[in-house]
């Protein structure tokens, strides 16, 4: 069931939209103001968010951009509703990333087919995407997305975060040895173990050849403790009676040091450079790091919470 969020403070038409959406099989969730707005855009993920412009506070163009400055919610599909007349809020509002508009009062059937037309364009894109991202042989996420992915979270975890790097050594012999298929049910043996192990917003990749890699943001020594056994729960489930390959699990771990770039970082944990052992810490580096710049989100969200707390 695709979800809506509806941002309108004035009670009659968040009950009309309400009322029409769900007739028409839509889940909603409502907020009566941008302060309400922020705080369900931080605990979920709407298919359509239909946003009214003229709110008190934090008005509607704040709540787009705060919608478009964070990647959890930079593509989900705005509708505005707005009683602006002036082109120049209108192209504001495009500008800020809007995909329409109507302008109060507006056509009840309109509207719904306009959401209607968004949710099934978003479900065909979502599929798309989603295909495009997915290696087919483990359901993880395939290189491509770890190359799109990691230089964003290199840089936005301010040094917190780290890479597994997995290789099933022994892995590309036994594919000339035994052939692929074989081999096949071993990359996803492993792809089951590695699923399994994921933590809470932990990435799985399967980059092939028995090659795969984990963004985590466990650092120091729960680092280590996770490349220790990691490596050792792998061992155990890939033994070669049990599978009818001898290859024997690598699993490097490390982080990025100080102005270490993505690419530095995966060449690094790829060559098995600096392992994540005991000794390893990164959290001189990471004091060290530069004050990252904020985004328009991070600011619109400060400033939410000391209203919210009355600090301002």
Known sequence: MPSILVIEDEPE???LLRTNLEVRGFGVDEAADGAEAIDKLFDSKPDVVLLDLMMPEIDGFDVLEFIRGRPESQYIPVILLTALSEEADRVRGLSLGAQDYVVKPFS??????RVKTLTE????????IEKSITDPVTGLFNSRYLNIRLPSVVRDSHGEMSIAWITLEGAEKAISEKGYR?????VQ??????RGELGPHEEGYALGGGVFAVISYRTGA??????ASLGKILREHLRPLET?????????VASP???ESSDELLDRVSSGGQQTSGKLSISAETSAYPQKKRSVAEIIAERHRKRRHGLD
């Not at 009840?108 to 087919?113: A, G, N, P, V």
């Not at 364009?121 to 798309?128: A, G, H, P, T």
């Not at 729960?222 to 490349?227: I, L, M, N, S, V």
């Not at 009818?244 to 490097?252: E, I, L, Q, R």
């Open 13 to 15: 038409i968040r009950e």
């Open 108 to 113: 009840i059937d309109e509207l719904m087919l």
């Open 121 to 128: 364009n978003r479900d065909r894109e979502s599929k798309l």
């Open 182 to 186: 074989i081999v096949a049910k071993l």
């Open 189 to 194: 043996a492993a792809s089951a173990v590695i």
């Open 222 to 227: 729960d680092a280590a403790d996770w490349e």
């Open 244 to 252: 009818g390959v001898a290859v024997s699990p690598k699993v490097t």
């Open 257 to 259: 040091r100080l102005n």
